[in-house]
C-alpha cells in the first residue's frame, strides 16, 4: 500500500518536505530539549541516532499493509526546521486508518506551528482516502489535545498505554 507519497505538504507558514536522512542534523538540534520528552519518555537523541532511525522510516514499512508517512517542518519565512509530523496508514476493509503524531521543538512552540502542520497532514490524508485519524494523547498534556482538536480530532473513551485515543472520522 502506498498511500501517501514523498511530495510535500504546502501551508500558508510551513513547507511538510519528506524527510530524509540528511535531516538528521538539524532535526537532533530542534529536538535537543529533554522538556520534549516529558509525555513520551526517553531523552533527546544524537544526530547520530536520529541519523538511524530516519534510515529506517525513509527505507518504509516492511509491512505492505502498511504506510510510513515522515516529514520535517519547515517554517519557510525563517528558512528553518522546526519539528516533524508524521502518520502510518494501515489499510483496513473500510479503506484506510491514519495514526498521527506531531512534535516542534521547543524553541517554535506557541507559535501556532504545531497545528498548522498538524491541519496540513490531516489535508493531506484526507485526499488520499484515510477515513479515520488516529492520536494517542497524554491525558496531561493540554498543548497536544489543543492540536489534535484543532486538526478536527475528538477524544475518544479508549486508552492506549496510558494515553487518551483522540479520533477524526472522514465522510
Not at 538539524?26 to 513520551?40: K, Q, R
Not at 516542534?104 to 512552540?109: E, H, L, P, S, Y
Amino acid at each position: 500500500m502506498n498511500t501517501l507519497g514523498p511530495e510535500p505538504i504546502h501551508t500558508d507558514r510551513l513547507t511538510l518536505l519528506p524527510l530524509r536522512v540528511e535531516h538528521a542534523e538539524e532535526m537532533a538540534s530542534v529536538l535537543a530539549d529533554p522538556g520534549l520528552h516529558t509525555f513520551i519518555g526517553g531523552t533527546p537523541d544524537s544526530a547520530e541516532v536520529l541519523r538511524a532511525r530516519y534510515e529506517r522510516w525513509v527505507a518504509g514499512s516492511p509491512d505492505p499493509a502498511e504506510s510510513w508517512g515522515n516529514w520535517v517542518v519547515r517554517l519557510r519565512d525563517a528558512d528553518c526546521l522546526t519539528g516533524t509530523v508524521q502518520a502510518t496508514v494501515t489499510a483496513d476493509d473500510r479503506g484506510a486508518t491514519a495514526e498521527i503524531a506531531w512534535v516542534v521543538g521547543t524553541a517554535w512552540q506557541r507559535r501556532g506551528i504545531a497545528t498548522e502542520a498538524a491541519r496540513g497532514l490531516v489535508g493531506r490524508l484526507r485526499e488520499h482516502g484515510v477515513h479515520t485519524v488516529v492520536a494517542h494523547i497524554h491525558p496531561d498534556h493540554a498543548a497536544s489535545a489543543a492540536v489534535a482538536a484543532a486538526a478536527g480530532l475528538s477524544p475518544t473513551d479508549r486508552w492506549q498505554d496510558g494515553e487518551r485515543r483522540w479520533q477524526l472520522s472522514i465522510g
